[in-house]
């Protein structure tokens, strides 16, 4: 496959270096094609993809159900913007209403989007309601929500933050390894705790038992909302449909992103009855969220899963976790922990993960490093288990290369 302006790996480097913004590191590899969990580079090479663009190739690569639903929705109409009704929008949040239990959608493009969107009918709840005091969040160690202004001021990590310095006051970070200490944090100033059910870009780490209990306890004494962030954790990632209710959280508000549009952008805010009711026209709004492309495609996602494929996932997981163990077992000097659920999951490492990822990517296995130390995996829905077996062995002779 040839580009009139690059016609190979060197060129498109060489593009790229010039005119495109230098804020990723891009892996050396060149990606033209992919089929399935495999992805194909400019020499025709294929790789393993167990980490799907980052969680968002939730049904593998040209799937044939997405790749006819997206083609079929091109030739008929992409786009008209929220002036107009289309007839995919209400059907889309609808299913989103019965599969989160939360009332009203919200579209938009991107997981911070969706988070910025969860911050701001927050504050819009207690302005509503007069309690225009309230304004505080309270988030936690590790977390990352996002890159936008209102997403990054309740980001953890001082790296993402410190440059964009001042963000939005009025922000605390609990730490998520003390419990107890929650409910000092919480008061009737708080709008609202936003958590992660698993902490995705901080090392994959489930939240605790205690920590949800704690927050819940906040949140029922004083009242405040709580937001999850289930762009990474939710859209049957888990198994279930958002990962919340199984550490025993109920949000009010939920973000959503990722893998709902398979691979075509979309964000979405899932907000309980009286939250959406707090808002008026006018409140908040973006030109694309929600056209017909991106909802075609977020309803394909959902037939697919709906079809059978999450049905599939906790055997896969238990398949994965197993193999992942065993590494760990083989390998109890290098692999300090293994950790997740369903299908993302991370093995900490006792030094810094760089060296098996880039080992794996020579062997043929796409994996990211994340919080330093963390191998992490989020593999398609798709993926077989003899595909888990290919890429376990391939993580097993990279770590054993160390
Ligand atoms: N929230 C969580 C939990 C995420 O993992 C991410 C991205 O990694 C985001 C928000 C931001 O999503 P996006 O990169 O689509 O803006």
Same mark, same amino acid.
């Given at each position: ?238 198994? !279930?449909?958002? #990962? *919340? %209710? /199984?550490?025993?959280? @109920?949000?009010?508000?939920?973000? $959503?992103?990722?893998?709902?549009? &398979? ?12 939250? !959406?009711?707090? #808002? *008026? %026209? /006018?409140?908040?709004? @973006?030109?694309?969220?929600?056209? $017909?492309?991106?909802?075609?495609? &977020? ?104």
């Amino acid at each position: 496959m040839s580009h009139p302006l690059t016609n190979s790996a060197t060129d498109v480097r060489a593009v790229e270096l010039q005119h495109v913004l230098q804020i990723y590191r891009r892996f050396p590899v060149v990606f033209e094609r992919g089929e399935g969990v495999r992805l194909f580079d400019d020499r025709g090479r294929a790789y393993l993809d167990f980490i799907s663009g980052i969680g968002v190739a939730s049904l593998g690569h040209a799937h044939p159900a997405l790749a006819r639903a997206v083609a079929d929705q091109a030739a008929t109409l992409i786009h008209t913007s929220n002036l107009y009704f289309h007839p995919l929008q209400g059907e889309l949040a609808a299913r989103l209403a019965s599969l989160t239990g939360l009332e009203r959608a919200f579209f938009c493009n991107s997981g911070a989007e969706a988070v910025e969107a969860c911050l701001k009918f927050a504050r819009r709840y207690w302005h509503t309601r007069g309690e225009t005091g309230r304004t505080k969040f309270v988030a936690f160690t590790h977390a990352f929500h996002g890159r936008t202004m209102g997403a990054l001021s309740v980001t953890w990590d001082d790296h993402y933050r410190a440059p964009f310095a001042p963000l939005i006051p009025g922000v605390t970070f609990a730490d998520a390894a003390r419990p107890d200490a929650l409910d000092a944090l919480v008061d009737g100033e708080t709008a609202a705790i936003i958590v992660e059910p698993i902490q995705g870009e901080g090392g994959v780490r489930p939240i605790s038992p205690a920590l949800a209990q704690a927050i819940d306890a906040a949140c029922r004494r004083t009242g405040t909302l709580l937001i999850a962030d289930e762009v990474q954790s939710g859209s049957f990632r888990t198994g !279930a449909f958002l #990962a *919340s %209710p /199984g550490y025993g959280l @109920t949000p009010d508000l939920v973000a $959503l992103g990722k893998a709902l549009g &398979a691979g075509v952008p979309i964000g979405c805010a899932m907000l309980s009855g009286p939250v !959406a009711a707090a #808002a *008026s %026209p /006018g409140d908040h709004g @973006t030109t694309y969220g929600g056209n $017909l492309l991106a909802c075609r495609a &977020a309803l394909t996602f959902l037939d697919v899963l709906e079809g059978g494929l999450r049905d599939t996932i906790a055997r896969t997981s238990a398949h994965l976790f197993a193999g992942l163990r065993a590494l760990a077992a083989r390998y109890p000097q290098k692999i300090a922990a293994v950790r997740g659920a369903g299908l993302i999951a991370g093995l900490d490492l006792t030094g810094d993960a760089t060296p098996v990822v880039n080992a794996a990517l020579e062997r043929g296995l796409l994996v990211n490093r994340t919080s330093g130390t963390v191998v992490r995996l989020l593999p398609p829905y798709i993926v077989a288990p003899a595909e888990v077996d290919e890429a376990m062995h391939i993580l097993g002779a990279s770590l054993a290369g160390l």
